[in-house]
């Protein structure tokens, strides 16, 4: 069974910013660092793949503007 994801258009200004643009829990910036994550495209292409503990709080910020 395939795992659903959320989609959603992020603009491609934001998409080519740095992870350190995020506004999310310090667990969750570590945890990018961590991976090799080092911008938002990294994060939009690699979704799937990061837990959904830290997804969650990713997705708050980049849809809906709410700050970690």
């Known amino acids: ?3 659903k994801l ?3 258009k992020v603009p491609d200004e934001v998409q080519k910013q740095s992870i ?3 506004k999310v829990r310090k667990e969750t910036l570590e ?3 961590n991976n090799g ?3 938002i495209l990294d994060v939009i292409k690699r ?3 990061i837990p959904s503990q830290y997804r969650g709080n990713i997705y708050a910020y980049l849809i809906f503007g709410i700050e970690g």
Do not use: G, R
Request: hydrophobic share 35%; charged share 15%.
């Open 20 to 22: 350190e643009t995020l």
């Open 6 to 8: 959320i989609v959603h």
């Open 37 to 39: 994550f080092q911008t």
């Open 47 to 49: 979704q799937n793949k």
């Open 1 to 3: 069974m395939s795992e």
């Open 31 to 33: 945890y990018l660092h």
